[in-house]
């Protein structure tokens, strides 16, 4: 069963606008950890943003805020204020507290932001 | 700032050839893992390693192998490359742990075409 789910394969957005990139999650374990990155077209995943499942505020880092709703099983991505450089794929991933250490991630998202 | 490399972005061999990929990382991290991405899939885990000398199959190890004899190093070996492994590899690390919090760093990726 998929545990990342991204259901927008590709999402535009005006220059300056908010976007919402949408990730839902599937897991029976009490305690993870929910992650997004970036890809830009040159190939590096940069680590946006992360948020606990036992964090009682929603993560903020510039920019990027992650809608948190944990009786829903969503970990949406906001970004304020888009700008050009902000074209590029999103990943959301989750790590669970058990089992194994590495990251399951969603299929992603690519984000285009036009002028 | 954690750094870590990879030796090739870009590489092309031959059907048969063993393929040695690199990943180097400087911040005495405990974990390592090999991730493929393909279009429309994600990651996948192909192989982790939690200490020098150990490693633990992903979710696709079929056809590929692992190396880590020092702390800093992993390698990724093709054993015979084939056609279906033309992909982008990317190699990231953790500081260890079993934290849920432990964020994963990436190299910026090997795209390898298998002829």
């Known amino acids: 069963a998929q545990k990342i789910t991204q259901t927008q394969p590709g999402m535009f957005v005006q220059e300056k606008e908010a976007v919402t990139l949408d990730c839902t999650y599937d897991?029976?374990?009490?305690?993870?950890?929910l992650f997004w990155y970036k890809q830009p077209s040159s190939g590096e995943m940069i680590f946006l943003i992360y948020q606990g499942s036992y964090d009682q505020q929603n993560a903020t880092e510039g920019r990027y805020s992650l809608n948190f709703q944990k009786a829903r099983k969503s970990a949406n991505l906001v970004i304020s204020a888009s700008q050009l450089g902000d074209s590029a794929m999103y990943f959301c991933a989750m790590r669970e507290g058990t089992g194994r250490r590495a990251l399951t991630f969603g299929s992603g998202t690519r984000l285009q932001v036009q002028p | 700032d954690v750094k870590v490399t990879q030796s090739s972005r870009y590489l092309v061999k031959r059907t048969g050839e063993k393929v040695f990929l690199e990943c180097v990382q400087d911040?005495?991290?405990?974990?390592m893992f090999w991730y493929r991405q393909d279009p429309g899939l994600g990651l996948r885990l192909i192989y982790f390693?939690?200490?020098?000398?150990?490693?633990e199959k992903g979710d696709i190890p079929e056809g590929y192998s692992v190396s880590r004899e020092k702390k800093e190093r992993f390698s990724l070996i093709l054993e015979s490359a084939s056609t279906n492994q033309t992909s982008m590899y990317l190699c990231?690390?953790?500081?260890?742990?079993?934290?849920?919090?432990?964020?994963?760093?990436f190299g910026p990726g090997t795209r390898l075409t298998v002829l």
């Open positions: 390693s939690y200490d020098v000398k150990m490693k």
């Open positions: 911040m005495d991290h405990e974990n």
């Open positions: 990231a690390s953790t500081i260890g742990g079993i934290e849920y919090t432990d964020t994963q760093y």
């Open positions: 897991t029976s374990d009490p305690s993870y950890g």
